[in-house]
Protein backbone atom coordinates (compact mmCIF):
# COMPACT_ATOMS: atom_id res chain seq x y z
CA UNK A 1 0.00 0.00 0.00
CA UNK A 2 2.82 2.57 0.71
CA UNK A 3 4.67 1.84 -2.22
CA UNK A 4 2.10 1.73 -4.73
CA UNK A 5 1.11 5.36 -2.37
CA UNK A 6 4.65 6.87 -3.44
CA UNK A 7 4.74 5.83 -6.85
CA UNK A 8 1.53 7.27 -7.72
CA UNK A 9 3.08 10.68 -5.96
CA UNK A 10 6.23 9.76 -7.98
CA UNK A 11 5.34 8.38 -11.09
CA UNK A 12 3.03 9.40 -13.85
CA UNK A 13 1.12 6.39 -15.07
CA UNK A 14 -0.11 7.67 -17.97
CA UNK A 15 2.89 9.46 -19.36
CA UNK A 16 4.92 6.74 -18.14
CA UNK A 17 7.19 8.93 -16.50
CA UNK A 18 8.51 11.12 -13.37
CA UNK A 19 5.68 13.89 -12.62
CA UNK A 20 6.48 17.63 -13.13
CA UNK A 21 7.98 18.67 -10.08
CA UNK A 22 10.34 15.66 -9.51
CA UNK A 23 11.41 16.67 -13.34
CA UNK A 24 12.22 20.07 -12.56
CA UNK A 25 13.90 19.56 -9.08
CA UNK A 26 16.26 16.61 -11.13
CA UNK A 27 16.98 19.90 -13.64
CA UNK A 28 17.64 21.97 -10.94
CA UNK A 29 19.86 19.70 -9.44
CA UNK A 30 21.58 18.86 -12.87
CA UNK A 31 22.04 22.43 -13.19
CA UNK A 32 23.59 23.05 -9.95
CA UNK A 33 26.00 20.84 -10.53
CA UNK A 34 27.37 21.65 -14.73
CA UNK A 35 27.19 24.94 -13.73
CA UNK A 36 28.22 24.84 -10.05
CA UNK A 37 31.75 23.00 -10.57
CA UNK A 38 32.97 24.90 -13.10
CA UNK A 39 32.01 28.17 -10.79
CA UNK A 40 33.75 26.87 -7.69
CA UNK A 41 36.95 25.97 -10.18
CA UNK A 42 37.19 29.59 -11.21
CA UNK A 43 36.62 30.98 -8.62
CA UNK A 44 38.74 29.20 -6.13
CA UNK A 45 41.54 30.08 -8.76
CA UNK A 46 41.30 33.54 -8.40
CA UNK A 47 42.51 32.89 -4.48
CA UNK A 48 45.22 30.76 -5.61
CA UNK A 49 47.02 33.03 -8.27
CA UNK A 50 46.45 35.72 -6.04
CA UNK A 51 43.23 37.83 -7.46
CA UNK A 52 41.06 38.04 -4.47
CA UNK A 53 44.05 37.36 -1.62
CA UNK A 54 42.88 37.83 1.89
CA UNK A 55 39.22 38.65 0.90
CA UNK A 56 36.22 36.49 2.06
CA UNK A 57 36.42 33.33 -0.03
CA UNK A 58 32.62 32.56 0.41
CA UNK A 59 31.73 36.30 -0.90
CA UNK A 60 33.51 35.35 -3.88
CA UNK A 61 30.89 32.97 -5.05
CA UNK A 62 28.29 35.06 -4.86
CA UNK A 63 26.47 36.96 -7.89
CA UNK A 64 26.82 40.55 -6.93
CA UNK A 65 30.95 39.40 -6.77
CA UNK A 66 31.11 37.49 -9.93
CA UNK A 67 28.75 40.65 -11.68
CA UNK A 68 31.47 43.04 -10.63
CA UNK A 69 34.39 41.11 -13.03
CA UNK A 70 31.58 41.26 -15.79
CA UNK A 71 34.33 43.30 -17.61
CA UNK A 72 37.13 40.46 -17.37
CA UNK A 73 37.64 37.38 -19.81
CA UNK A 74 36.72 35.10 -16.35
CA UNK A 75 33.48 35.98 -16.82
CA UNK A 76 32.66 35.34 -20.35
CA UNK A 77 34.21 31.86 -19.72
CA UNK A 78 31.98 31.69 -16.78
CA UNK A 79 29.37 32.10 -19.21
CA UNK A 80 30.47 30.20 -21.76
CA UNK A 81 30.68 27.28 -18.69
CA UNK A 82 26.96 28.35 -17.50
CA UNK A 83 25.76 27.67 -21.78
CA UNK A 84 27.29 24.18 -21.84
CA UNK A 85 25.83 23.40 -18.50
CA UNK A 86 22.59 24.31 -18.80
CA UNK A 87 22.25 22.53 -22.61
CA UNK A 88 23.78 19.82 -21.39
CA UNK A 89 21.24 19.43 -18.28
CA UNK A 90 18.71 20.12 -20.41
CA UNK A 91 19.83 17.28 -23.16
CA UNK A 92 20.09 15.11 -20.12
CA UNK A 93 16.69 15.79 -18.65
CA UNK A 94 15.24 15.95 -22.16
CA UNK A 95 16.25 12.32 -23.02
CA UNK A 96 16.25 10.53 -19.53
CA UNK A 97 13.97 12.21 -17.43
CA UNK A 98 11.25 14.04 -19.60
CA UNK A 99 11.70 12.39 -22.63
CA UNK A 100 11.04 13.63 -25.20
CA UNK A 101 12.68 15.85 -27.85
CA UNK A 102 14.87 18.94 -27.48
CA UNK A 103 12.61 20.95 -30.19
CA UNK A 104 9.67 20.55 -28.06
CA UNK A 105 11.97 23.00 -25.66
CA UNK A 106 11.34 25.72 -28.25
CA UNK A 107 13.71 25.06 -30.92
CA UNK A 108 12.70 23.82 -34.57
CA UNK A 109 15.69 25.90 -37.19
CA UNK A 110 13.17 26.07 -39.23
CA UNK A 111 13.28 29.25 -42.14
CA UNK A 112 10.16 30.92 -39.66
CA UNK A 113 12.27 29.78 -36.66
CA UNK A 114 14.55 32.13 -38.19
CA UNK A 115 12.51 35.00 -39.59
CA UNK A 116 11.22 34.93 -36.09
CA UNK A 117 14.44 35.69 -34.18
CA UNK A 118 15.64 38.05 -36.76
CA UNK A 119 12.45 40.27 -35.64
CA UNK A 120 13.26 39.63 -31.51
CA UNK A 121 16.67 41.00 -32.52
CA UNK A 122 15.35 44.13 -34.05
CA UNK A 123 12.43 44.35 -31.41
CA UNK A 124 15.26 44.34 -28.53
CA UNK A 125 17.36 46.80 -30.54
CA UNK A 126 14.77 48.98 -31.42
CA UNK A 127 13.67 49.12 -27.61
CA UNK A 128 16.53 49.81 -26.13
CA UNK A 129 16.80 52.49 -28.58
CA UNK A 130 13.84 54.01 -27.88
CA UNK A 131 14.69 53.94 -23.86
CA UNK A 132 17.74 56.03 -24.40
CA UNK A 133 16.63 58.90 -26.53
CA UNK A 134 13.73 59.29 -24.35
CA UNK A 135 16.06 59.56 -21.30
CA UNK A 136 18.06 62.09 -23.71
CA UNK A 137 15.02 64.33 -24.82
CA UNK A 138 13.92 64.65 -20.98
CA UNK A 139 17.33 65.23 -19.80
CA UNK A 140 17.49 62.01 -17.35
CA UNK A 141 21.12 61.61 -19.71
CA UNK A 142 23.78 63.15 -21.30
CA UNK A 143 26.54 61.37 -23.30
CA UNK A 144 30.03 61.49 -21.96
CA UNK A 145 31.59 60.22 -25.19
CA UNK A 146 32.04 57.80 -27.52
CA UNK A 147 34.04 54.42 -28.68
CA UNK A 148 34.46 53.83 -24.44
CA UNK A 149 37.00 51.01 -23.65
CA UNK A 150 37.78 50.76 -20.00
CA UNK A 151 40.25 48.17 -19.84
CA UNK A 152 43.91 48.97 -20.71
CA UNK A 153 44.90 46.80 -23.17
CA UNK A 154 41.34 46.25 -24.97
CA UNK A 155 40.59 47.23 -28.45
CA UNK A 156 37.01 48.73 -29.06
CA UNK A 157 35.98 45.98 -31.88
CA UNK A 158 37.48 43.05 -29.53
CA UNK A 159 35.49 44.23 -26.48
CA UNK A 160 32.92 44.44 -28.13
CA UNK A 161 32.57 41.45 -29.63
CA UNK A 162 33.09 39.86 -26.29
CA UNK A 163 29.80 41.50 -25.07
CA UNK A 164 28.52 40.08 -28.40
CA UNK A 165 29.66 36.64 -27.39
CA UNK A 166 28.65 37.03 -23.62
CA UNK A 167 25.27 38.41 -24.32
CA UNK A 168 24.26 36.20 -26.92
CA UNK A 169 25.34 32.75 -24.78
CA UNK A 170 23.15 34.46 -21.58
CA UNK A 171 20.14 34.59 -23.93
CA UNK A 172 19.95 31.71 -24.69
CA UNK A 173 20.75 29.76 -21.91
CA UNK A 174 18.18 31.77 -19.54
CA UNK A 175 15.24 31.56 -22.47
CA UNK A 176 16.08 27.27 -22.59
CA UNK A 177 16.33 27.05 -18.87
CA UNK A 178 12.95 29.72 -18.23
CA UNK A 179 11.20 30.28 -20.86
CA UNK A 180 11.89 26.85 -22.21
CA UNK A 181 12.10 23.96 -20.05
CA UNK A 182 10.55 25.28 -16.77
CA UNK A 183 7.05 27.21 -18.38
CA UNK A 184 7.04 23.95 -20.74
CA UNK A 185 7.15 21.69 -17.30
CA UNK A 186 5.54 23.54 -15.02
CA UNK A 187 2.59 23.79 -17.70
CA UNK A 188 2.33 19.93 -18.34
CA UNK A 189 2.77 19.52 -14.72
CA UNK A 190 -0.51 22.03 -13.37
CA UNK A 191 -2.48 20.60 -16.76
CA UNK A 192 -4.56 18.64 -14.36
CA UNK A 193 -8.06 16.95 -14.56
CA UNK A 194 -10.42 19.39 -14.79
CA UNK A 195 -8.03 22.47 -15.23
CA UNK A 196 -8.03 22.99 -18.70
CA UNK A 197 -4.64 23.41 -20.89
CA UNK A 198 -4.81 26.97 -21.50
CA UNK A 199 -5.58 27.82 -18.24
CA UNK A 200 -2.00 25.83 -17.12
CA UNK A 201 -0.12 27.27 -19.58
CA UNK A 202 -1.39 30.81 -18.27
CA UNK A 203 -0.28 29.55 -14.56
CA UNK A 204 3.24 28.47 -16.10
CA UNK A 205 3.92 31.78 -17.64
CA UNK A 206 3.04 33.57 -14.72
CA UNK A 207 5.64 31.52 -12.45
CA UNK A 208 8.41 31.13 -14.70
CA UNK A 209 8.18 35.00 -14.89
CA UNK A 210 7.90 35.47 -10.89
CA UNK A 211 11.42 32.50 -10.74
CA UNK A 212 13.04 34.66 -13.07
CA UNK A 213 12.51 37.94 -11.50
CA UNK A 214 13.53 36.81 -7.96
CA UNK A 215 16.64 35.41 -8.76
CA UNK A 216 17.79 38.39 -10.17
CA UNK A 217 18.14 39.62 -6.74
CA UNK A 218 21.87 38.33 -6.48
CA UNK A 219 22.54 40.59 -8.98
CA UNK A 220 24.80 43.99 -8.00
CA UNK A 221 22.92 46.94 -7.43
CA UNK A 222 19.70 44.34 -7.08
CA UNK A 223 16.62 46.41 -5.77
CA UNK A 224 12.65 44.72 -4.70
CA UNK A 225 11.79 47.12 -8.07
CA UNK A 226 14.14 46.04 -10.11
CA UNK A 227 13.10 42.12 -9.16
CA UNK A 228 9.84 42.84 -9.96
CA UNK A 229 10.54 44.59 -13.31
CA UNK A 230 12.69 41.94 -14.05
CA UNK A 231 9.79 39.62 -13.66
CA UNK A 232 7.82 41.72 -15.78
CA UNK A 233 10.53 41.12 -18.49
CA UNK A 234 10.11 37.81 -18.11
CA UNK A 235 6.48 38.29 -18.96
CA UNK A 236 7.30 40.24 -21.45
CA UNK A 237 9.92 37.29 -23.35
CA UNK A 238 7.41 34.72 -22.45
CA UNK A 239 4.92 36.47 -24.65
CA UNK A 240 6.44 35.23 -27.64
CA UNK A 241 7.07 31.72 -26.32
CA UNK A 242 3.27 31.73 -25.63
CA UNK A 243 2.49 32.94 -28.87
CA UNK A 244 4.02 30.87 -31.17
CA UNK A 245 5.21 28.06 -29.31
CA UNK A 246 9.32 28.54 -29.93
CA UNK A 247 11.99 30.25 -28.45
CA UNK A 248 12.78 32.39 -31.26
CA UNK A 249 11.72 35.79 -30.20
CA UNK A 250 12.55 35.34 -26.93
CA UNK A 251 15.90 34.30 -27.50
CA UNK A 252 16.54 37.17 -30.00
CA UNK A 253 14.92 39.46 -28.32
CA UNK A 254 17.07 38.95 -24.82
CA UNK A 255 20.28 39.20 -26.85
CA UNK A 256 19.56 42.45 -28.84
CA UNK A 257 18.06 44.20 -25.58
CA UNK A 258 21.12 43.60 -22.96
CA UNK A 259 23.76 43.86 -25.60
CA UNK A 260 22.27 47.22 -26.63
CA UNK A 261 21.69 48.17 -23.14
CA UNK A 262 24.98 47.59 -22.12
CA UNK A 263 27.52 47.90 -25.19
CA UNK A 264 25.61 50.26 -27.50
CA UNK A 265 24.35 53.06 -24.92
CA UNK A 266 26.38 52.00 -22.00
CA UNK A 267 23.64 51.54 -19.73
CA UNK A 268 24.06 48.75 -16.48
CA UNK A 269 22.61 45.30 -17.56
CA UNK A 270 20.79 43.92 -14.36
CA UNK A 271 23.46 45.75 -12.30
CA UNK A 272 26.94 45.63 -14.15
CA UNK A 273 28.33 48.00 -16.37
CA UNK A 274 30.12 46.64 -19.42
CA UNK A 275 33.80 47.86 -20.12
CA UNK A 276 33.52 48.48 -23.40
CA UNK A 277 30.78 50.63 -24.82
CA UNK A 278 29.93 52.66 -28.97
CA UNK A 279 28.32 55.56 -26.83
CA UNK A 280 29.32 56.34 -22.95
CA UNK A 281 26.41 57.81 -21.07
CA UNK A 282 25.32 59.09 -17.15
CA UNK A 283 22.54 59.46 -15.52
CA UNK A 284 21.67 62.44 -14.20
CA UNK A 285 18.31 62.20 -12.99
CA UNK A 286 14.84 60.55 -12.94
CA UNK A 287 16.59 57.39 -11.78
CA UNK A 288 12.67 56.39 -10.91
CA UNK A 289 12.34 56.79 -15.18
CA UNK A 290 15.86 55.39 -16.17
CA UNK A 291 16.59 52.73 -13.39
CA UNK A 292 19.99 54.03 -11.61
CA UNK A 293 22.79 51.87 -11.18
CA UNK A 294 20.55 48.48 -11.63
CA UNK A 295 19.91 49.86 -15.08
CA UNK A 296 17.00 50.69 -17.17
CA UNK A 297 15.13 47.38 -16.02
CA UNK A 298 14.66 48.91 -12.56
CA UNK A 299 12.88 51.97 -14.55
CA UNK A 300 9.73 53.13 -15.33
CA UNK A 301 10.76 53.61 -18.64
CA UNK A 302 11.62 49.76 -19.30
CA UNK A 303 7.63 49.18 -18.56
CA UNK A 304 6.42 51.50 -21.49
CA UNK A 305 8.94 49.83 -23.58
CA UNK A 306 8.05 46.23 -22.54
CA UNK A 307 4.40 47.47 -23.25
CA UNK A 308 5.34 48.58 -26.96
CA UNK A 309 7.03 45.46 -27.16
CA UNK A 310 4.77 43.30 -26.49
CA UNK A 311 1.98 45.06 -28.71
CA UNK A 312 4.32 44.64 -31.55
CA UNK A 313 5.11 41.59 -30.96
CA UNK A 314 1.27 40.56 -31.17
CA UNK A 315 1.28 42.33 -34.22
CA UNK A 316 3.95 40.64 -35.84
CA UNK A 317 2.25 36.92 -35.12
CA UNK A 318 -1.14 37.76 -36.27
CA UNK A 319 0.11 38.97 -39.56
CA UNK A 320 0.11 35.56 -40.62
CA UNK A 321 -3.49 35.80 -39.47
CA UNK A 322 -3.84 33.32 -36.20
CA UNK A 323 -3.47 34.63 -32.72
CA UNK A 324 -4.06 32.15 -29.94
CA UNK A 325 -2.03 30.93 -26.96
CA UNK A 326 -0.03 28.09 -27.54
CA UNK A 327 -2.02 25.74 -25.05
CA UNK A 328 -0.40 22.74 -26.60
CA UNK A 329 2.57 23.58 -24.65
CA UNK A 330 0.73 22.04 -21.36
CA UNK A 331 0.19 18.53 -23.29
CA UNK A 332 2.80 15.93 -23.48
CA UNK A 333 4.15 14.61 -26.84
CA UNK A 334 6.04 11.64 -25.96
CA UNK A 335 9.23 10.98 -28.24
CA UNK A 336 9.12 8.26 -30.43
CA UNK A 337 10.73 5.29 -29.51
CA UNK A 338 13.59 3.46 -31.44
CA UNK A 339 12.54 0.69 -33.84
CA UNK A 340 14.15 -2.82 -32.63
CA UNK A 341 13.17 -5.13 -35.27
Known amino acids: ??????????????????????????????????????????????????????????????????????????????????????LGSTLIAGCWIDRRKFTQFGFSFTKRWWVDFAFGLGLGAGLMGLIFLIGWLTGSLRVTGFYITGRQGTGFIPGLMKGLALFTLVGI?????????????????????????????WWAYGLSSLTFGLLHLGNLNATWVGAINTALAGVFLGLGMLLTGSLAIPIGTHIAWNFFQGYVFGFAVSGFQADTTLIGTEILGNTWLMGGRFGPESGALSLVAM????????????????LEVHADLAEYTPRPEPNRA
Open 1 to 86: MMFRLLNRFLWDQDEQRLRAFWRVCLHTLLVLLLTGIPLVLWTLGTVVFGAHSGANTVGLFSVSNLTQQVGSPGLLLLSIANFFGI
Open 173 to 201: YEELLFRGYYLVNLAEGINYRGLGKRTAV
Open 307 to 322: LIGSLLMVLWVRRNGQ
